[in-house]
């Protein structure tokens, strides 16, 4: 069974700087796809950034990037120029490309400090 | 396109009654989840759609569980006989394709 494990339960950066929010995934598939969701405070979740397995290039959102390595199945989130408004929950997320849902890990609260 | 819109936001309800939350997705989107999340942790899946048709179940949704898409269109979950364990908030998502969800802003369950 596929899993995702974010390590960092929580983390905090000063605004203006930069901020990275590591993932780890376990899978025996080739074919997926790798998520990154922002989930506010008493607000729903959103997409940050979607990254296609079969795809070298990593992706980029405007200040939102990922480190995807593949064959250490790692899948960070970086974040720059962090302002005050990317202070939420951050959810890793997986799914096979022939799979129908999604598997999420246990999420990682970001602070940023004024 | 208003996005997904789940009602209640909130339900506070006694142990032992049952419960039914709604779940209005995006009209282009053929694919209807539904998950649960418990504080500090990450949503878990429990149904997922595909058009009317119920195409999987998690082991997660006991008997007391049962989800509905009529038409393909909104989607209700229920919960029979709820107890202290299902307080959770719970949400919804569509997708169309091979993107991201886009999810609503889930309802909460506070089970007393």
């Known amino acids: 069974a596929q899993t995702v494990t974010q390590s960092q339960p929580e983390m905090s950066v000063q605004e203006a700087e930069t901020v990275t929010l590591s993932c780890t995934y376990d899978t025996s598939e080739s074919d997926y796809y790798l998520f990154w969701y922002k989930q506010p405070p008493s607000r729903q979740m959103i997409l940050v950034i979607r990254q296609e397995a079969y795809k070298q290039q990593n992706a980029t959102e405007n200040r939102f990037s990922v480190n995807f390595q593949k064959a250490a199945k790692s899948f960070s989130l970086k974040i720059s120029d962090s302002q005050l408004g990317d202070a939420a929950m951050y959810f890793c997320?997986?799914?096979?490309?022939?799979?129908?849902?999604?598997?999420f890990g246990a999420g990682t609260r970001l602070f940023v400090k004024a | 396109d208003t996005g997904v819109s789940q009602n209640p936001r909130h339900k506070i309800t006694k142990r032992g009654q049952n419960v039914t939350f709604r779940c209005d997705p995006i009209s282009e989107h053929n694919r209807l989840y539904w998950y649960r999340q418990t504080l500090g942790q990450g949503p878990e899946f429990l149904t997922y759609?595909?058009?009317?048709?119920?195409?999987?179940k998690s082991r997660l949704l006991s008997d007391r569980f049962s989800a509905e898409r009529p038409k393909g269109s909104f989607s209700t979950l229920e919960i029979q006989r709820t107890e202290q364990g299902d307080s959770a908030m719970y949400l919804c998502a569509s997708l169309r394709g091979t993107g991201g969800y886009t999810f609503g802003s889930g309802t909460r369950l506070t089970v007393v």
């Open positions: 997320a997986y799914r096979s490309a022939g799979g129908f849902k999604t598997i």
């Open positions: 759609f595909q058009n009317e048709a119920q195409l999987e």
